[in-house]
């Protein structure tokens, strides 16, 4: 499904447990972020749609073709490092799904009666972990400039942000889901979308 298959005001529904295998590896590769590795963490968002809600079901991952898939090198190379500096010459930030992962995941959603909705994605507090240079740029569960470049090249309708932040030993996040850009204006912001989270706790009525 493209965005622009929507209605104007769409919430994000998400069920409540779609997201917990894709915090289990992100949390697991934030403990591997180093200063020189900002290593990313990256999935698809599987569920159904109808003009006016986007349910999330499961995520599904795929590998990164960052610096194996010839297009994601030229796309870096020619775009990415031009528009958003020399920090995207590291070939641990960024990400690019392999065209091979992204068909299986799409064939495996649709046996299922589902469709690949968007993606989701890790924020590391990398003004606190990253090198001294880096840490003016604040992150968030908003989008960088970066993301809604990449937002805006997919067209997908929903991209879910998720910060991670390390605090006392513990870890916390927060999430927050964004339309693309419109096509005909890719330098508007990205808007944000209603996010909704199933809730756990069963209460009687």
Do not use: K
């Amino acid at each position: 499904m493209r965005a622009s298959q929507l209605g104007e005001c769409c919430t994000v529904l998400v069920e409540d447990r779609a997201l917990d295998a894709f915090l289990e590896v992100a949390v697991d590769e934030y403990q591997r972020i180093t200063s020189d590795t900002p290593l990313p963490c990256f999935a698809l968002l599987v569920g159904s749609a109808d003009q006016t809600t986007l349910t999330v079901e499961r995520v599904a991952f795929g590998r990164n073709a960052r610096t194996t898939d010839p297009a994601a090198r030229r796309e870096f190379t020619e775009s990415i490092v031009p528009l958003f500096g020399p920090a995207y010459e590291n070939e641990t930030r960024g990400w690019w799904i392999d065209s091979h992962d992204l068909l299986r995941a799409s064939r495996e959603a649709e046996a299922d009666g589902l469709e690949i909705l968007g993606s989701v994605h890790m924020h590391p507090d990398w003004h606190r972990i990253g090198p001294p240079e880096e840490r003016q740029l604040i992150l968030s569960e908003r989008p960088t400039p970066m993301d809604q470049h990449a937002f805006g090249n997919t067209g997908w309708p929903v991209n879910l942000i998720c910060y991670l932040e390390r605090r006392g030993g513990v870890m916390y996040h927060a999430l927050a889901a964004w339309a693309p850009p419109p096509p005909e204006n890719p330098h508007l912001p990205c808007a944000e979308l209603p996010l909704r989270i199933r809730t756990r706790a069963v209460a009687a009525v």
